[in-house]
């Protein structure tokens, strides 16, 4: 299997060149990791429909929401159904018109079961998030599912699908391992130290960079290289809840 790491962007710009992509091939863990290069969302979403005539196994972790907490659903009355909630979302145009007419209805900022469970920093419809969620909902996630691509836990009709799209979160990941979750973004010398620390750990669990491009994340500020770095290491398996069916 490839393993894509997508640290994911929902600027107005469509992401520009913020969003970066990393893969890994887990049959050979003695590969390096191959750095995809920038793309706005379009470029994403391009490569992600590529992967799916190749022929061969791939998982696409992006670090952003897939879907909404079952509070926020209820209290606009939508069915709990992944794709109507989703093109729900896209009804609206632009994600401060979603989140302006969500905050009209509750000012509160739920967080889903799997943020609960897995310590994910923000909840999807914080100021600093629901941006990230409407544009891959709407602009990436939706596109894929009509194209038929297999997006977990919501869209698994086809078991046999090769090409799986999943959420990510890399400070749930750091969590997961013990290793530092905070204080490897910024400037100077502590957050570089940091980010040079998780960047060689990482090694322990098989996601191995060649010294350009371990260096390469080590000196991105902003630590955006490094998170799709960390998508890349081995996915966890469990039996969702059956929240999780419609919030992801």
């Known amino acids: ?23 890994r091939n887990t049959r050979d863990r003695s590969a390096p990791l191959v750095f995809r290069g920038r793309c706005d969302r379009n470029g994403l979403l391009r490569m992600i429909r590529e992967s799916v005539s190749d022929n061969r196994e791939h998982t696409w972790r992006i670090d952003a929401p897939f879907g909404l907490p079952i509070e926020i659903i209820d209290a606009f009355s939508l069915p709990h159904d992944w794709t109507k909630v989703a093109t729900w979302m896209r ?22 079961v799997c943020d609960r469970e897995d310590r994910t920093p923000m909840a999807p419809i914080n100021l600093r998030v629901f941006k990230q969620t409407w544009t891959l909902i709407s602009e990436v996630l939706l596109p894929l599912a009509e194209d038929g691509v297999r997006i977990e836990p919501m869209l698994h009709r086809n078991p046999d699908a090769k090409v799986v799209v999943c959420e990510g ?20 010398d502590p957050p570089k130290e940091v980010r040079a620390m998780i960047a060689s750990r990482l090694r322990s669990v098989g996601v191995f960079a060649l010294e350009a491009l371990a260096g390469e994340a080590i000196e991105d500020t902003e630590g955006d290289l490094l998170d799709a770095m960390i998508l890349t290491s081995p996915p966890v398996h469990t039996v969702p809840p059956k929240e999780a069916m419609v919030e992801g």
């Open 169 to 188: 979160c890399p400070a749930s990941i750091l969590l997961r391992y013990g290793w530092p979750s905070k204080g490897y973004k910024g400037d100077g």
């Open 91 to 112: 009804d609206f145009g632009s994600p401060r018109g979603w989140r302006h007419e969500v905050r009209n209805v509750s000012r509160k900022e739920p967080k889903r």
């Open 1 to 23: 299997m490839i393993i894509h790491g997508v640290d994911f962007s929902g600027a107005e710009s469509g992401g520009a060149t913020k969003i970066r992509v990393v893969e």
